[in-house]
């Protein structure tokens, strides 16, 4: 058993283009608490973080962009071709991952504990993997998925492919294999099933996590919100096509799709559903977008009601900051936000590299990001 007590730990690896961090956010729907190993490893690089001088002494200034952060292209293409420099990189981050990853799993109340990491089996971590889950897809899905939603060549995305070990290797030391290759309800069966039969019956009976479980916070008695879940796809499609003005028409599968990056919200009047919001947590940062309401329904007790929501389940997720991304028409109720605590802001003045770059992966059009800091003790300060 692993040596945080008490948690069940899995590890989750795979290649690029497998499928990990679609797998890692079925197991947080079904009440993991997931870690983003490969994600802590960039934040241990950033200015300020306790991995900034040692990779500033050991491969020097010159892979520093103009604001003082590290270029991990530039970093990245250096020790891609110097496995010595890898090495030496790996020395560096390593520890520091392990020590950020083992705090977040003391931390998280969540009793099972999902470890995303592409380098999980050659690092210390996977000794404290109760089960080691592996992802897979042939090398021709990889490619699509590298040219299609990383914006890569073909070529650069058959190097990729062809740099990292084979995929027979990770999974001779699987305890289970998740085959990615079909649509999203085939891998949340197969994540289901493995769920199912893996995780101790006591941890799955337990409750889950906060965004899970949580009875619908309730205002003035009849607005409620509930957690979203893949078997309500299509009520969810059905919100969404109902109130958006954009004319795009979302089936069934497109909402069971997007549960593999996002959760849904679902806000409700009486038995009436009257609005929704798609959020996401990832990299310690909770991000809300999709933000649709019924003309009906008082948008300030909406509003409120979705925040307060999001922001229970954000802070038992361990989160240091909120992002929404607010429609213009919902942008100008000015007390609505102040007394939620957030202000409007560019992701440029957020001053945290972690957090301007999930502004920035997340901006939506038309909309307006609004922040608010959910806690001072950051992960991978100084020390």
């Known amino acids: 058993m692993t040596k945080w007590a008490g948690k069940y730990v899995i590890g989750l690896t795979g290649n690029i283009g497998t499928g990990k961090s679609v797998v890692r956010r079925m197991l947080e729907h079904l009440g993991a608490?997931?870690?983003?190993?490969?994600?802590l490893s960039h934040r241990a690089i950033a200015k300020g973080a306790p991995g900034y001088q040692p990779i500033l002494s050991a491969f020097g200034s010159w892979i520093l962009?103009?604001?003082?952060?590290?270029?991990?292209?530039?970093?990245?293409?250096?020790?891609?071709?110097?496995?010595?420099?890898l090495v030496t990189l790996e020395r560096i981050i390593h520890p520091l991952v392990n020590q950020a990853v083992g705090f977040l799993a003391k931390?998280?109340?969540?009793?099972?504990?999902?470890i995303e990491a592409i380098k999980l089996l050659e690092s210390a971590l996977v000794a404290n993997c109760d089960s080691v889950w592996v992802t897979y897809a042939s090398?021709?899905?990889?490619?699509?998925?590298?040219?299609?939603?990383?914006?890569?060549?073909?070529a650069d995305a058959r190097q990729r492919i062809a740099a990292q070990p084979p995929q027979e290797e990770k999974i001779?030391?699987?305890?289970?294999?998740?085959?990615?290759e079909l649509d999203f309800e085939d891998t949340?069966?197969?994540?289901?099933?493995?769920?199912?039969k893996f995780i101790p019956e006591d941890l799955q009976a337990a409750p889950a996590p906060a965004q899970e479980a949580r009875p619908a916070a309730r205002l003035q008695g009849q607005i409620s919100v509930r957690r979203g879940r893949p078997r309500d796809s299509e009520e969810i499609a059905a919100i969404f096509n109902r109130l958006s003005k954009n004319g795009t028409q979302l089936t069934r599968d497109d909402i069971m799709a997007a549960f593999g990056e996002k959760a849904f919200l679902v806000l409700q009047t009486g038995n009436q559903t009257a609005g929704v919001m798609g959020w996401q947590v990832e990299n310690l940062v909770a991000r809300a977008t999709d933000i649709y309401i019924d003309p009906a329904v008082p948008a300030e007790q909406a509003i409120s009601a979705f925040i307060k929501e999001m922001e229970r389940s954000s802070r038992d997720l361990q989160c240091e900051a909120s992002l929404v991304f607010v429609p213009k028409e919902?942008?100008?109720?000015?007390?609505?936000?102040?007394s939620l605590g957030y202000e409007p802001r560019e992701a440029s003045s957020l001053g945290v590299q972690a957090w301007q770059e999930a502004a920035e992966e997340t901006k939506v059009a038309n909309t307006v990001l609004f922040f608010k800091q959910l806690r001072q003790d950051r992960v991978l300060r100084p020390i």
């Open 33 to 39: 608490y997931g870690i983003d190993a490969d994600a």
């Open 188 to 196: 949340w069966r197969q994540v289901s099933n493995a769920w199912q």
């Open 107 to 114: 931390r998280a109340s969540q009793k099972v504990i999902v």
């Open 139 to 154: 090398p021709q899905i990889q490619i699509a998925r590298l040219v299609q939603k990383r914006h890569m060549t073909d």
């Open 172 to 180: 001779a030391a699987a305890t289970v294999v998740i085959r990615n």
């Open 65 to 85: 962009m103009p604001d003082g952060e590290i270029d991990r292209v530039k970093l990245g293409r250096l020790v891609f071709n110097d496995p010595d420099a």
């Open 330 to 338: 919902l942008a100008t109720l000015d007390s609505v936000w102040q």
